[in-house]
T-cell receptor, first 115, second 113 residues
Framework: EDKVVQSPLSLVVHEGDTVTLNCSYEVTNFRSLLWYKQEKKAPTFLFMLTSSGIEKKSGRLSSILDKKELSSILNITATQTGDSAIYLCAVKQNAGGTSYGKLTFGQGTILTVHP | GAGVSQSPRYKVAKRGQDVALRCDPISGHVSLFWYQQALGQGPEFLTYFQNEAQLDKSGLPSDRFFAERPEGSVSTLKIQRTQQEDSAVYLC???????????FGPGTRLTVT
């Protein structure tokens, strides 16, 4: 059965701290790994990673994929209270059969940043 | 609008009632997905449309769940004879295709009492 596991499940930090969120996966026909940020509404897209070892960056956020270890990390530096959210990791599988690019999600990491 | 929209945003139903949840995808997106997100969990796949064709409904939890997208744009997820275990947030997402990211709507929070 396809599985995506995130750790930690929750994390409480203070503004200015750096955090690392982990995602590991066991899926067939891996295509890409995606990170989303979910506040009280729609998950918003952060990164899509397809190639191993290539870091993607956007401001204070960065992410990297390790296909050998079947894992990814999401780093947030100099955290702010606005970073408080649930961070979701999802894996997309190759088309064919019944996968059609559907996403298999982890359970999410709840990040709380205190002032 | 530029994003995916869903309505209603909140729905309270009595056990046994039928409900209909609507999704308006981003214009031109051929792929449309429905996900169910229980409290404290990540979203789980329900069904997938490519244009008007429902190509995968393997995630629908029972035959009380039915989805359609008759003209390849707006989609409706219908739940018949709602049960308490149906209480969840129902998320819709659309995409240009398999190689592209999925954009999510704000979800409909369904509470069955």
């Amino acid at each position: 059965e396809d599985k995506v596991v995130q750790s930690p499940l929750s994390l409480v930090v203070h503004e200015g701290d750096t955090v690392t969120l982990n995602c590991s996966y066991e899926v067939t026909n891996f295509r890409s790994l995606l990170w989303y940020k979910q506040e009280k509404k729609a998950p918003t897209f952060l990164f899509m990673l397809t190639s191993s070892g290539i870091e993607k960056k956007s401001g204070r956020l960065s992410s990297i994929l390790d296909k050998k270890e079947l894992s990814s990390i999401l780093n947030i530096t100099a955290t702010q209270t606005g970073d408080s959210a649930i961070y979701l990791c999802a894996v997309k599988q190759n088309a064919g059969g019944t996968s059609y690019g559907k996403l298999t999600f982890g359970q999410g990491t709840i990040l709380t940043v205190h002032p | 609008g530029a994003g995916v929209s869903q309505s209603p945003r909140y729905k309270v139903a009595k056990r046994g009632q039928d409900v209909a949840l609507r999704c308006d995808p981003i214009s031109g997106h051929v792929s449309l997905f429905w996900y169910q997100q229980a409290l404290g969990q990540g979203p789980e796949f329900l069904t997938y449309f490519q244009n008007e064709a429902q190509l995968d409904k393997s995630g629908l939890p029972s035959d009380r769940f039915f989805a359609e997208r008759p003209e390849g744009s707006v989609s409706t997820l219908k739940i018949q004879r709602t049960q308490q275990e149906d209480s969840a947030v129902y998320l819709c997402a659309s995409s240009q295709g398999i190689s592209y990211e999925q954009y999510f709507g704000p979800g409909t929070r369904l509470t069955v009492t």
